[in-house]
């Protein structure tokens, strides 16, 4: 079984500011990495993956979140915050299993002053 | 493709009564996810289909809940005798087995319940 845990669950941060969202795990075998935003009142949506291949991996919006094997942590960063970044954002894994359901951490809420 | 679909949106009803919800797919995906989300915490997995066939089901999900998928394309989440304890988000989620990036699931807005 997989776990997550997301160190953080609320960050404020100003407009134009860099934020970084932590995010740990914990499996016995290999895993595939994702972060989710979740806005008010909306579905998630997938923000970037981590599958394979280069550790640094750059989605939408953006973000790009770094994978460390050692420290088994996927951490999500943005450069630069908007007002429209203001939700709430997931950390979840998955094991190289056929059934590829989702396991999440408990979110971090990131709220954007200006 | 209009994304997945959920309904209804939000749910209030008394203890012990019935609730059903509502999933519609992305129409060519043949998987088909329900989580939990409740207040401050990410979502759980609940139960998952390939096509009409219900493969998992997650230690969550009680004598009171079943799912349905009849014909692999809709799916249906009732919970009998609701209690308190049922409120939360239930998420539906879909994706394709068969692509090149299976692990893609997309999300649905949701079912909120409200158990009084």
């Known amino acids: 079984a997989q776990s997550v845990t997301q160190l953080d669950s609320q960050v404020p941060v100003f407009e134009e500011a860099p934020v970084e969202l932590r995010c740990n795990y914990s499996s016995s075998v290999s895993v595939y990495l994702f972060w989710y935003v979740q806005y008010p009142n909306q579905g998630l949506q997938l923000l970037l993956k981590?599958?394979?291949?280069?550790?640094l991996v750059k989605g939408i919006n953006g973000f790009e979140a770094e994978f460390n094997k050692s420290q088994t942590s996927f951490h999500l960063r943005k450069p630069s915050v908007h007002i429209s970044d203001t939700a709430e954002y997931f950390c979840?894994?998955?094991?190289?299993?056929?059934?590829?359901?989702?396991?999440f951490g408990a979110g971090t809420t990131v709220t954007v002053r200006a | 493709d209009t994304g997945v679909s959920q309904n209804p949106r939000h749910k209030i009803t008394k203890r012990g009564q019935n609730v059903t919800f509502r999933c519609d797919p992305i129409?060519?995906?043949?998987?088909l996810y329900w989580y939990r989300q409740t207040l401050g915490q990410g979502p759980e997995f609940l139960t998952y289909f390939q096509n009409e066939a219900q493969l998992e089901k997650s230690r969550l999900l009680s004598d009171r809940f079943s799912a349905e998928r009849p014909k692999g394309s809709f799916s249906t989440l009732e919970i009998q005798r609701t209690e308190q304890g049922d409120s939360a988000m239930y998420l539906c989620?879909?994706?394709?087995?068969?692509?090149?990036?299976?692990?893609?699931?997309?999300f649905g807005p949701g079912t909120r319940l409200t158990v009084t």
């Open positions: 979840a894994v998955s094991g190289l299993s056929n059934d590829y359901k989702l396991s």
């Open positions: 129409s060519e995906h043949n998987r």
């Open positions: 981590y599958l394979s291949g280069s550790t």
């Open positions: 989620a879909s994706s394709l087995a068969s692509s090149s990036d299976p692990y893609e699931q997309y």
